[in-house]
């Protein structure tokens, strides 16, 4: 049963603790947050609902592009352009700025996953390029604007949408899951990038594409939410994989069907912010924070969550690059319903949401 707006307002008001806020809140929480926002005005909404502001736009339209935070700077990385071009660009904005700047090109890829390493490096895996998929992992070094390929071989085949992360506990790219010749893949694999050897992980319960992840520190584990299944359908699922365990752990659903949605970690928290995607066909301009309680209320299995609505953004869109960056998540590119974007957005999530984060 959908709680009502003054629900949340009390978690606000009376500073409840998660227990406490869990016998108020249900596992799948949506409140209706554009009517609110219309009823009291944004400024007055926005402590339940965040805020979307204009960033600086991309010096191009994109989709399929890749944006990671490296040392306080956003990096954009590749993607498509609205003539079907596949590009190698490298962009970079730092917090507040007023506009990117070129780095040195790479391979030309899209729909590939790039992430954050250490020491100032950002690493590329997989994608589409100008002769098909590819299951290259390159470094590129912000600092020195230089890009190395790793001799990694006896790892993941060639795919394109595929979830991951830097887990800087062991040191490795966790990548996991994409889409193959033979349809979405559910491996999950481990490169150490000091000697190219890939390890093969627990596969995950269901394999899938183009899903929603991003590094949760907090528990020192990758989270993986929705995606697209084997049978061409968004996934509502979301999972946690503790590389030190090699463990998948299920928490709770979330209660729409996404795939290609933006999605970023809070710091300091283990709330997933999630927008836009496609369900069912269609293309989302939605947000959503997923709070997971498993470590500190285990009331049911799945593990206890909270899914908070969130402000929707200013247009539906998919295929985005996203990232932490500054106080904010940014969100770059993408494709619209007239094709691929220059809009840049930064969303700072609604203070209910990270009450229990």
């Known amino acids: ?130 002769t098909g998929m590819s299951a290259e992992v390159w470094r590129y070094e ?40 033979d349809g979405s893949d559910g491996d999950l694999w ?3 990038p000091a000697t190219g050897s890939w390890t093969l992980g627990a596969n995950a319960p269901q394999a899938r ?9 907090k528990h020192g584990a990758l989270l993986v939410q929705g995606g ?7 996934l509502p699922d979301t999972w946690r994989y503790t590389p030190s365990q090699d463990l998948w752990e299920e928490l709770s659903p979330s209660p729409v ?19 836009g995607g496609t369900s069912l066909g269609a293309t989302l301009g939605d947000a959503m924070a997923f709070e997971p309680l498993a470590t500190d209320l285990p009331l049911s299995t799945p593990p206890f969550a909270l899914w908070w609505a969130q402000a929707s953004m200013p247009g539906a869109r998919t295929a985005m690059g996203a990232t932490w960056s500054g106080d904010a998540m940014l969100v770059a590119g993408g494709a619209t319903e007239t094709g691929p974007t220059r809009e840049a957005w930064t969303f700072t999530p609604s203070t209910a949401s990270l009450l229990v984060g």
């Open 228 to 234: 697209m299944g084997n049978a061409q359908r968004e």
């Open 1 to 130: 049963m959908m709680r009502p707006a003054w629900a949340l307002l009390a978690v606000l008001a009376l500073g409840l603790t998660p227990g406490a806020a869990a016998l108020l809140l249900p596992v799948a929480v949506a409140l209706p947050c554009d009517a609110l926002g219309g009823a009291v005005g944004a400024e007055l909404a926005a402590p339940l609902c965040g805020r979307w502001t204009r960033a600086a736009d991309l010096p191009l339209a994109r989709r399929g592009l890749g944006l990671a935070e490296v040392q306080g700077a956003a990096y954009a990385f590749g993607g498509e352009d609205a003539t079907g071009q596949v590009r190698g660009e490298v962009w970079s904005l730092a917090p507040g700025g007023a506009s990117w700047s070129v780095g040195a090109g790479g391979p030309a890829r899209s729909d590939a996953l790039w992430i954050a390493g250490e020491r100032g490096s950002a690493y590329l895996f997989g994608g589409r390029g100008p």
């Open 209 to 217: 594409s183009f899903a929603a992840s991003a590094w949760d520190a």
């Open 190 to 192: 481990l490169l150490d």
């Open 142 to 181: 912000t600092g020195a604007e230089t890009w190395t390929r790793i001799a990694a071989t006896d790892g993941p085949a060639p795919r394109v949408g595929a979830a991951g992360a830097w887990d800087p506990l062991l040191h490795r790219l966790v990548v996991f899951g994409g889409a193959g010749e």
């Open 257 to 275: 069907l996404r795939a290609h949605a933006a999605a970023a970690l809070v710091p300091g928290h283990a709330t997933l912010l999630l927008a």
